[in-house]
């Protein structure tokens, strides 16, 4: 079966502050993607990146980096210094390679920054 | 801007009514999803077509439909609404023909049943 879970409900945190947000997905595909998804007050969810399961690499993009680990089924999401802007609900997705039929979010992580 | 507009942003109803809900996907995309986020069963995939044609239904209740024209713009039909059906509706569109395709969210339809 296909799950993704995000154990972390909320967090808080104050600016300029580290955080990172959990993601663990269950697949028995060998080929497939993780995605990580924002979600601001506003509403609309904002794609953030998408990884293949043949890229173990980790990915930095500003202040944002990702961590993938096949061998814990983890993509672990670290944003650095955090700012408020950066308060949303952040989704973590898996999805398979070809012949889409289903798209799995996790239930989301509503991360608060403080000033 | 993800390029996937969805009309109207706000629709209130009341229940026992019908509404239709409509999206156009990006430029060139030929699959578009329909997903429901609640409060209480977070993000929620219903529909997905491709092209036209139905590909995948997920957990869509008899009281919704939806279709995709030739023209690739979608609309999803809610009908006999009940207070639950409140939710924020959520179009996204992608190129199947990519692997491991990425889905871009419209800005969503907020759908209030009173």
């Known amino acids: 079966a296909q799950k993704v879970t995000q154990a972390q409900t909320e967090i808080s945190v104050v600016e300029k502050e580290d955080v990172t947000l959990d993601c663990v997905y269950e697949?028995?595909?060998?080929?497939?993607?993780l995605f990580w998804y924002k979600q601001p007050p506003s509403g609309e969810l904002v794609f953030l990146i998408r990884?293949?399961?043949?890229?173990?690499q980790n990915e930095i993009s500003g202040r944002y980096s990702w961590n993938f680990q096949k061998s814990t089924s983890s993509f672990n999401f670290t944003i650095t210094a955090s700012q408020v802007v950066d308060s949303a609900v952040y989704f973590c997705?898996?999805?398979?390679?070809?012949?889409?039929?289903?798209?799995?979010f996790g239930s989301g992580t509503k991360l608060n920054v403080k000033p | 801007d993800s390029g996937v507009t969805q009309t109207p942003k706000h629709l209130i109803t009341a229940t026992g009514q019908r509404v239709t809900l409509r999206c156009s996907p990006r430029?060139?995309?030929?699959?578009v999803y329909w997903y429901q986020q609640s409060l209480d069963q977070g993000l929620q995939f219903l529909i997905q077509?491709?092209?036209?044609?139905?590909?995948a239904k997920g957990n869509i209740l008899e009281r919704f439909s939806a279709q995709q024209f030739p023209d690739l713009h979608s609309e999803l039909n809610l009908s006999s609404l009940e207070l639950g059906d409140s939710a924020l509706y959520f179009c996204?569109?992608?190129?199947?023909?990519?692997?491991?395709?990425?889905?871009?969210f419209g800005p969503g339809t907020r759908l209030l049943v009173l």
């Open positions: 997705a898996l999805g398979p390679e070809y012949n889409f039929n289903k798209f799995y």
């Open positions: 996204a569109s992608s190129d199947q023909a990519l692997r491991g395709e990425t889905q871009y």
């Open positions: 430029s060139g995309d030929l699959s």
């Open positions: 697949t028995r595909d060998t080929t497939y993607y």
């Open positions: 990884r293949n399961s043949f890229d173990e």
């Open positions: 077509y491709y092209n036209g044609e139905e590909r």
